[in-house]
């Protein structure tokens, strides 16, 4: 670094960056420090609207090391996974000059300037909803452009994948594939776009978010058990995801929705299988996930054709996607049929996101949910008790838009003075 | 028959037939009408004392028309799996006669004489515990009794298979295994007996009866689907469960309970597997069955070496099998310790069958119950709450006997002068 410059400047770079949902799941890795599946798997990426990390990334030379704060907590960067990050983003550096504000970086200067990393997640980060790919995906995307690292998004999801594996998803928006690729060194698994999020805007997504009592498996230690023990691993990575794949691309070129849920569900129900051929076996869901799988399995059959696809990650919560925005309505209206609030919720914070669904549906306040009738398809079964309680809250929201660099300062996380959290 | 034969005669025969549990279990036919499995599976059958089916058969030439009596109800047999049983002991029915009783009954008298049977389960036929294979398995014993059938039961079992497939199993005490047979008329589909009641008489079986609000699918319709829509059942039928078998072979020989207790444990969570794989799903096991699992799961992993393995059929009831006495005992502290009956239960109809077992964990009232310590597996995590009401009763059993006649008139169900149910 040219010693003339000041030790004071602060150079900055905030992005956004979305989670997104398997409908072909990853479940299984081949290399567990690089990060590599043994399958490939396919998401939809969530609207950064309701759904997304936002991270600022700083450098300076006035910085004495690398830090990173996590939802306003400070946390370590030691563990492997960002260090992997840091490491090969760094090594894709370029020089930088700013000569208004007298900034010049030249590209192995960057091995020894510190950053400061901020991120923050614009959803409750313990209710399981993909924050750490929204996360590595955000860290990846904002240290490039700090960097100015060259490379495509495709490029920088295999950094990304080496964070979290499904966050290589999150660097497209729309739908998209992440190939595993064949290289030991993994520069083959990355994220490709198959349609941007413009190409099937009709479908809504609503997730219900589950109230839980159990302490959950963690995603990694649970597929690393999975491929030791399960009988059946193998056969679904080798000979049932790869035909998934090729009918899936296809259902989503096409838009075809029934091809597309009867996947989605399919495949979401298998990975739950093969967590439960675990030895010990894996509980993501519970018996609130089983019911909004019957509530949307029983409605389906009634309809003829699937208004909605379920898909569960690594949790009790339900990701429904409904055909279209008419879909979506009559879906609101079962889900809070079957789950109404405890009374003490207000409706306000029982369904977030994008709430013109819920007056769609006709609900203004509770006494509308109370007054909901009881679906059709169920007349001659209606249950005896509503599972209240059982749901803590829905978002609604829908396919949506890949990283985006938010460059107004005033959303930047970290003070381009002290280069500390504001 | 002989003209001059009284018509008021009767003759009658009791049989006692127990229930039995797969420790590597049967899902899936490859034909529906004569119940073929499409893979071996492996039981351990019930002592009788405690889980059992009694049922008496009668004839008599002034009978107008085949009747049944299921636990007091007068039930249908118009249904094709009581007419194949009826009609293949009919086929093998032979020359009977009681001189002193002027009794006559040739070979071909059979197909025209009208029988009467009543059938009874010693413990609650609702609670999902085999009460189908117990039935099928005294059904067809009984009659074959009755009609003067020479074959051995391994020859009766494969009637007992068209009835309800797993009843084949219940034919024999002990270990028993049914053998999948290849011939299309399913003549070799039957049970063989391994190991009797008295090869492993150490082991103690703990049933724990789940209180269910879910209507479950039946067994029958839900094999049916998860072999038209899994894609897994395929590769455990014929990859997985062959190597199992063997395996569990062995380990009932050497009485090798940790190899046991794992096979056992993994083949029902992959049955469970299976049929999650299942379009659409199918979800036996509930969160009281996936908590039985995890109370287990951690107190073997506790001491090392499995103390007790578990298994579900299909509903959410969890059968234990504890290695010998002192492991039930502890079992039996944990699981009261967990699930506590509600406060208007009392403790002679919360744990049933073999109470001594009771005794020797030290409990003589609930107070005892709820003094119970957490068990030292969990010292640092000792649930919030307990989950009181969630088991309905424990039912404390061990291996048992295969099918035997109750000789004695009193146990008859049925009146020797009406026919009639006493």
Redesign the interface.
Known sequence: MAAEQSKKWILMVTAQTPTNIAVIKYWGKRDENLILAINDSISVTLDPAHLCTTTTVAVSPSFQQDRMWLNKKEISLDGARYQNCLREIRARANDYEDEKKGIKISKNDWQNLHVHIDSYNNFPTAAGLASSAAGFACLVFSLAKLMNVQEDNGRLSAIARQGSGSACRSLFGGFVKWVMGKEEDGSDSIAVPLADEKHWDELVIIIAVVSS??KETSSTSGMRETVV?S??ID??AK??VPKRIIQMEEAIQNRDFPTFA?LT??DS??F???C??????I?YM??TS?RV?SCV?KWN?AEGTPQVAYTFDAGPNAVLIARNRKAATLMLQRLLFHFPPNSDTDLDSYVIGDKSILKDAGIKDLNDIEALPPPPEIKDKVP??KCKGEISYFICTRPGRGPVLLPDESQALLCLETGLPK
């Open positions: 009592r159990q023990t009988a059946l056969h679904r000979e049932v009867q569900c399919s129900n298998q739950h299988a093969v439960m051929d675990t030895s010990p076996p509980f519970n018996d089983h799988i399995e059959r005896a008790q």
